[in-house]
């Protein structure tokens, strides 16, 4: 992940300071990430834009992806495209790369939801599915033109939009009601390639306060809310990977081999004993 962020706005009323995006790399992994320096304390309804550019020699074979993250936590290098597992908080996944077992029924690349309250393992041996809010493909890489994703929570709706044919238009890729999200989280984003390679620039970020003057739940606190969402995607049946035989063909062979001489060594006993129980009976009758 290359980035070199601008404009994140102010978090007013509660640090008064400006927000700047700083970034972790580890140069020891393909991981990257960059996220808020402090937590946006007081922010409650808000929309993130993020000019981005995925990119890479690859035509058939990329990934993974990245993800935009509204988290607990700081960044902590993890499995989930560079940053932790069972985390908590709000995950729009950017995803490139196909890894699904068993049926999903999208095209890849697919953007995806997901809100975690700690509890759930993000599969992606799955892409993520059975843990989604709700999900579109989005063919947004390898463009000559600008890409541009918009993520808004405004009164527990979660919207999620892509500017991406060129268009200087957002189209809706999934909206969610019923999110519930605690203020003081950290904005940041990661981007991991596993075998196959790709590029995930972060061109800027700009993050609006949405004024929401008639909310009735402006005065609310939810600094200590746990995440969670009362809708998901109805979950597709979990298909488990099929196991690998643990019997080699030449073991079948054998196996089999040996059923057919115990199966013929049977009915040889079996004629001879009845030839001789009919030479005992006929020895009977004379
Ligand atoms: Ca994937």
Same mark, same amino acid.
């Given at each position: 992940?290359?980035?070199?962020?601008?404009?994140?706005?102010?978090?007013?009323?509660?640090?008064?300071?400006? =927000? =700047?995006?700083?970034?972790?790399?580890?140069?020891?992994?393909?991981?990257?990430?960059? =996220?808020?320096?402090?937590?946006?304390?007081?922010?409650?309804?808000?929309?993130? =834009? #993020? %000019?981005? +550019?995925?990119?890479?020699?690859?035509?058939?074979?990329?990934? *993974?992806?990245?993800?935009?993250?509204?988290?607990? *936590?700081?960044?902590?290098?993890?499995?989930?495209?560079?940053?932790?597992?069972?985390?908590?908080?709000?995950? #729009?996944?950017?995803?490139?790369?196909?890894?699904?077992?068993?049926?999903?029924?999208?095209?890849?690349?697919?953007?995806?939801? !997901?809100?975690?309250?700690?509890?759930?393992?993000?599969?992606? *041996?799955?892409?993520?599915?059975?843990?989604?809010?709700?999900?579109?493909?989005? +063919?947004?890489?390898?463009? @000559?033109?600008?890409? %541009?994703?918009?993520?808004?929570?405004?009164? @527990?709706?979660?919207?999620?939009?892509?500017? /991406?044919?060129?268009?200087?238009?957002?189209?809706?890729?999934?909206?969610?009601?019923g999110v519930r999200l605690p203020t003081g989280y950290y904005f940041g984003m990661t981007?991991?390639?596993?075998?196959?390679?790709?590029i995930h620039d972060i061109m800027s970020v700009r993050l609006y306060e949405l004024d929401?003057?008639?909310?009735?739940?402006?005065?609310?606190d939810r600094s200590q809310i746990s995440p969670s969402a009362a809708f998901f995607e109805?979950?597709?049946? %979990?298909?488990?990977?099929?196991?690998?035989?643990?019997?080699?063909? /030449?073991?079948?062979?054998?196996? !089999?081999?040996?059923?057919?001489?115990?199966?013929?060594?049977? #009915?040889?006993?079996?004629? !001879?004993?009845?030839?001789?129980?009919?030479?005992?009976?006929?020895?009977?009758?004379?």
């Open positions: 992940m290359v980035a070199s962020p601008k404009g994140l706005g102010p978090d007013k009323d509660c640090t008064g300071k400006g =927000q =700047q995006l700083i970034q972790n790399t580890d140069p020891s992994s393909r991981q990257r990430g960059i =996220q808020t320096r402090e937590r946006l304390r007081c922010v409650r309804n808000w929309e993130l =834009q #993020v %000019h981005f +550019k995925v990119h890479g020699k690859g035509k058939e074979l990329y990934g *993974d992806g990245f993800v935009i993250w509204y988290a607990k *936590d700081r960044m902590v290098a993890g499995a989930v495209f560079g940053n932790m597992d069972y985390f908590q908080g709000l995950a #729009v996944i950017l995803d490139t790369y196909s890894n699904h077992n068993g049926p999903h029924n999208h095209q890849h690349p697919y953007i995806s939801a !997901m809100i975690n309250n700690g509890s759930l393992h993000y599969d992606h *041996d799955r892409d993520g599915t059975h843990t989604q809010l709700a999900g579109c493909e989005a +063919k947004f890489r390898n463009l @000559d033109h600008d890409t %541009h994703i918009a993520i808004r929570y405004e009164r @527990d709706t979660l919207t999620v939009s892509t500017d /991406i044919e060129n268009k200087a238009a957002w189209k809706e890729c999934l909206s969610v009601q981007a991991a390639t596993g075998d196959l390679s790709d929401l003057p008639d909310d009735p739940k402006e005065e609310e109805s979950p597709r049946d %979990h298909v488990e990977d099929p196991k690998p035989s643990s019997l080699s063909g /030449i073991k079948i062979f054998l196996l !089999m081999l040996v059923g057919t001489l115990a199966v013929i060594a049977c #009915v040889v006993i079996g004629i !001879m004993f009845y030839q001789k129980h009919q030479e005992n009976s006929r020895k009977r009758f004379y």
